[in-house]
Antibody, heavy 119, light 110 residues
Framework: QVQLQESGPGLVKPSQTLSLTCTVS??????????WSWIRQPAGKGLEWIGR???????NYNPSLKSRVTISIDTSKNQFSLNLRSVTAADTAVYHC???????????WGQGTTVTVSS | QSALTQPASVSGSPGQSITISCTGT?????????VSWYQQYPGKAPKLMIY???KRPSGVSNRFSGSKSGNTASLTISGLQAEDEADYYC??????????FGTGTKVTVL
């Protein structure tokens, strides 16, 4: 059974870069027509899609975040990563990674990791 | 692109049916976009309940059903149970990129 696990710093200073990694276990990140996404949720608020990567390395981003986001994939480590630059307090949220078969819907989610932006 | 509009809260008694709406525009929900629905308990990751507007993943109770008409998608929970008390989110996917989530609905079982 495929499982996803987010990892990375829980505290990031304003103007710095938020970097998170999602490790895929129980299956290959390269198998199937799966898209791998990052989704965030500020405390008490709704979900926001950040962007996704395919096993070929091709990416799509939320237009509202596109200028600050880079998502990459490392098939040798069965991981994909998120870099969000120039963060502010508004980027404080729980960050989830998720799988979308053929991009249709998010069928497997990581438990989420809380990232706080504060000096 | 703006979030899809959902009612902030919906409530019902055990055994009743409730429906959660998800309203977009002719550019998202009302177009070719595929709608999915997610259930989320506090402090937990969302769980896929409905995909491609009305399909249920394996293991999801048949008390959950989805539909779409015009610019509005709907999630119906029949035979409401205490365990259904959670937050629910819709999501529109245009088939290319840029998923858009709904504002979320808190379901309360009275």
């Amino acid at each position: 059974q495929v499982q996803l696990q987010e990892s990375g710093p829980g505290l990031v200073k304003p103007s710095q870069t938020l970097s998170l990694t999602c490790t895929v276990s129980g299956g290959s990140i390269s198998s199937g027509s799966h898209y791998w996404s990052w989704i965030r949720q500020p405390a008490g608020k709704g979900l926001e899609w950040i962007g996704r990567v395919y096993n070929s390395g091709s990416t799509n981003y939320n237009p509202s975040l596109k200028s600050r986001v880079t998502i990459s994939i490392d098939t040798s480590k069965n991981q994909f990563s998120l870099n969000l630059r120039s963060v502010t307090a508004a980027d404080t949220a729980v960050y989830h990674c998720a799988r979308a078969p053929s991009g249709i819907a998010f069928d497997i989610w990581g438990q989420g990791t809380t990232v706080t932006v504060s000096s | 692109q703006s979030a899809l509009t959902q009612p902030a809260s919906v409530s019902g008694s055990p055994g009743q049916s409730i429906t959660i709406s998800c309203t977009g525009t002719s550019s998202d929900v009302g177009s070719f976009n595929l709608v999915s629905w997610y259930q989320q308990y506090p402090g937990k990751a969302p769980k896929l309940m409905i995909y491609e507007d009305s399909k249920r993943p394996s293991g999801v109770s048949n008390r959950f059903s989805g539909s779409k008409s015009g610019n509005t998608a709907s999630l119906t929970i029949s035979g409401l149970q205490a365990e259904d008390e959670a937050d629910y989110y819709c999501c529109s996917y245009p088939g290319i990129s840029n998923y858009v989530f709904g504002t979320g609905t808190k379901v309360t079982v009275l």
